[in-house]
T-cell receptor, first 113, second 114 residues
Framework: GEDVEQSLFLSVREGDSSVINCTYT??????LYWYKQEPGAGLQLLTY?????DMKQDQRLTVLLNKKDKHLSLRIADTQTGDSAIYFC?????????????FGKGTHLIIQP | DSGVTQTPKHLITATGQRVTLRCSPR?????VYWYQQSLDQGLQFLIQ???????AKGNILERFSAQQFPDLHSELNLSSLELGDSALYFC?????????????FGDGTRLSIL
C-alpha cells in the first residue's frame, strides 16, 4: 500500500469546519507536514507537527496526531472559499535518513456556498 | 511568496531534447530539494543538495541530474526527454539538512513534452 494515504475529495459548506485525514504506515515517521496547493500554484507550508506532540493549533488550523493509529488530521475552522485547494499530508522519518518528504496523493477540498 | 524562485515557469520541448530547470533558494537556506509532480505518480522526491553537496537521492532517473552551485542556486538537468517526463517540477529549500527543518516550495516549472 501507499506510505501516506488521504481521501481524494472532501466537500464542506462555507462556515463549517473541514477535517482532512491522513494515515501513514511507517511507525518511524517523526515529522508530519500539511501543505496547501491552489490551482496553478506551488505548495504552501501550512503547519507541521513532530511525533512528540499530540496536537498543534495555529489560528484556524488544528493538527491532531494519533501515533498509535498512525493517523493525522487537519481541521480548518470556519472554512472559507479561499480554503478551496488540494491539501497534502507529508512525512519524513529519522532526521539522519536519506530521503525527502513522502507525500500523500492530496485531498481536494471543495467549498459549497 | 515562499522566497523560492524557479525559472522558467513553463517549458515546452520535444522528445529526445535536454532542458535545464533553475532554482534559487530562500535567502539563508543551504538545502535544495527537487520534486516531480505528475498525475499518475503524485509528488515524488528526486534529489537533495546541501551546501553544494549531494545529500539524498530519491526516485531520480539516470537521465536526470542536478547540481548546486557556490551561490547555492541549483539546476536540474533532464535529458533524452520522453513523453512521460511531462510534469510539474518543484524546488524546495530549507535552512539545513535535517528533516525537521520545514521545506518551502517554489511555484514550480511546468514541463510539457510534445
Amino acid at each position: 500500500g501507499e506510505d501516506v494515504e488521504q481521501s481524494l475529495f472532501l466537500s464542506v459548506r462555507e462556515g463549517d469546519s473541514s477535517v482532512i485525514n491522513c494515515t501513514y504506515t511507517d511507525s518511524s515517521s517523526t515529522y508530519l507536514y500539511w501543505y496547501k496547493q491552489e490551482p496553478g500554484a506551488g505548495l504552501q507550508l501550512l503547519t507541521y507537527i513532530f511525533s512528540n506532540m499530540d496536537m498543534k493549533q495555529d489560528q484556524r488550523l488544528t493538527v491532531l496526531l494519533n501515533k498509535k493509529d498512525k493517523h493525522l488530521s487537519l481541521r480548518i475552522a470556519d472554512t472559507q472559499t479561499g480554503d478551496s485547494a488540494i491539501y497534502f499530508c507529508a512525512e519524513t522519518r529519522d532526521p539522519g535518513g536519506a530521503d525527502g518528504l513522502t507525500f500523500g496523493k492530496g485531498t481536494h477540498l471543495i467549498i459549497q456556498p | 511568496d515562499s522566497g523560492v524562485t524557479q525559472t522558467p515557469k513553463h517549458l515546452i520541448t520535444a522528445t529526445g531534447q535536454r532542458v535545464t530547470l533553475r532554482c534559487s533558494p530562500r535567502s539563508g537556506d543551504l538545502s535544495v530539494y527537487w520534486y516531480q509532480q505528475s498525475l499518475d505518480q503524485g509528488l515524488q522526491f528526486l534529489i537533495q543538495y546541501y551546501n553544494g553537496e549531494e545529500r539524498a537521492k530519491g526516485n531520480i532517473l539516470e537521465r536526470f541530474s542536478a547540481q548546486q552551485f557556490p551561490d547555492l542556486h541549483s539546476e536540474l538537468n533532464l535529458s533524452s526527454l520522453e513523453l512521460g517526463d511531462s510534469a510539474l517540477y518543484f524546488c524546495a529549500s530549507s535552512v539545513g539538512q535535517r528533516r525537521d527543518q520545514p521545506q518551502h516550495f517554489g511555484d514550480g516549472t511546468r514541463l510539457s513534452i510534445l
